[in-house]
């Protein structure tokens, strides 16, 4: 995806607050910016593998919801959408396991719908590629649309110059014709008024030794390019 996905990792943006330093900055067409962060708490997960006791393992696990909705309070709180023109008003935190998400929506079931609320996006390593997929996407459908345009321009330049391409043939061809009408204008002119005189010198003795050769006139004329109704108004303009 690479192609179609452009980003920089831990770039430092001013904020109201201070400088903020956001995991990525995925950049999307139209010069839109998507951030995401991924300093996820997991401490209190991995106590909750570690635990010796069922106990010991739901204090764990309600820790983890707890310091997940904490860093979707403070993730918020940044509003890192307001640091940038074009983004949308929403930010990714990124979990690198979907345990992890599962484990903190079974102890606080509504954590996914109060942080779309205040404009977090909870990600897991699929949710994200998927995201991603449709950012690439959207880069995709953006290059067809600026080719498509950029296509359309040079055929507009390519008809253009045709026409005008035409037109030059057109002329040359009328300057044959000019030409060939010339040149039959003088062999008549020739037959008419000098082929006569000269064949009385036969008519004397006075014989050469090659007959004269006959001149003869040209029938054929230049053809001429016909372009149609519509390509003669786009010629004109």
């Not at 995925?26 to 997991?42: I, N, Q």
């Not at 992890?100 to 404009?119: D, H, I, K, V, Y």
Request: charged share 25%; hydrophobic share 45%; proline share 5%.
């Amino acid at each position: 995806m690479s192609e179609y996905c452009d980003f920089s990792e831990q770039a430092t943006v001013a904020g109201v607050t201070g400088a903020m330093r956001p995991d990525l900055i995925v950049r999307m067409p139209e010069g839109r910016e998507l951030v995401v962060d991924a300093k996820t708490p997991l401490d209190a997960y991995l106590d909750a593998i570690d635990a010796t006791s069922d106990e010991a393992r739901a204090a764990a696990l309600s820790r983890h919801a707890q310091q997940l909705e904490a860093r979707v309070r403070e993730l918020a709180s940044k509003a890192y959408w307001s640091q940038f023109k074009k983004s949308p008003e929403f930010a990714v935190l990124f979990l690198p396991g979907d345990q992890f998400l599962s484990a903190a929506l079974t102890e606080r079931p509504e954590l996914l719908e109060n942080a779309m609320r205040q404009g977090i996006v909870l990600a897991t390593p699929a949710t994200l590629i998927a995201l991603f997929k449709a950012v690439a996407y959207g880069w995709r459908q953006s290059a067809v649309a600026e080719n498509a345009a950029r296509i359309l321009e040079l055929g507009q330049e390519l008809h253009r110059r045709l026409g005008s391409f035409v037109g030059h043939v057109n002329r040359v061809g009328q300057r044959l014709d000019a030409a060939v009408e010339a040149h039959n204008n003088a062999v008549g002119s020739l037959e008419r008024q000098v082929m006569p005189q000269a064949r009385r010198f036969t008519e004397l003795g006075a014989i050469s030794t090659e007959p004269l050769p006959e001149l003869a006139a040209i029938d054929r004329l230049a053809r001429s390019v016909n372009l149609h109704p519509d390509d003669q108004a786009a010629k004109s303009e």
